[in-house]
């Protein structure tokens, strides 16, 4: 009793270019759903250097913006909106560190220790609050109904 009062989040999830190329799409994917989270909508994308700027824009005085916008762009991603009662932080529980290298000492079975290789290149992407998800989920799905399916044009973003 009283888990009536529990709310769903959205959160946005990004497959980066080297979890596509490493073929790690149908694991994280099968992981998604084993962990509760719903899928609501995705869409692979080939960033390009502007969108990869905006959407990384908090990071753009820092010295590894160059590289990341370069990795980021490398190739194709898969973002997906998920959703589940507290999926921003589970989420982020479930993709582990930032540095896919130190996730495999300190959280290996993290996605990141297992698809990642290391700080840059960390396979995959989740919004770090409440506040980020609703501007990167808006960002790339800019027109949802109540069930959060597109209803845009976004597919030829
Ligand atoms: P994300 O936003 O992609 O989910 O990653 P995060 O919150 O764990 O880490 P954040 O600090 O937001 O960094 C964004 C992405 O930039 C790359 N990075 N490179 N070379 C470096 O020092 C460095 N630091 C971060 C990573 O790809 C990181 O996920
Ligand atoms: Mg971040």
């Known amino acids: 009793s009283g888990d009536a009062t529990l709310t769903k989040e959205r959160t946005l999830a990004m497959i980066k270019p080297d979890g596509l190329v490493g073929n790690h799409t149908n ?7 084993a962990s509760g989270f719903t899928i609501l909508n995705q869409i692979t994308l080939q960033l390009d250097q502007d969108t990869a700027k905006g959407f990384y824009a908090e990071h753009s005085s820092r010295t590894f913006f ?13 973002i997906m909106v998920l959703e589940k009662v507290n999926a921003v932080s589970d989420w982020r529980s479930l993709i582990g560190p930032t540095d896919a290298s130190k996730a495999k000492v300190t959280h290996p079975h993290s996605i990141r220790a ?9 396979c995959v992407h989740g919004s770090d609050s409440i ?11 800019k027109k949802t109904n109540s069930a959060g ?7 030829e973003l």
């Open 131 to 141: 506040k980020s998800a609703a501007r990167e989920i808006s960002f790339f799905f």
């Open 66 to 78: 160059p590289n990341l916008i370069n990795y980021i762009t490398s190739g194709p991603v898969l």
């Open 149 to 155: 399916e597109n209803v845009s044009e976004h597919d």
């Open 114 to 122: 297992m698809c990642g290789v290391n700080l840059e290149r960390n």
């Open 27 to 33: 694991f994280i994917q099968n992981t998604i759903l």
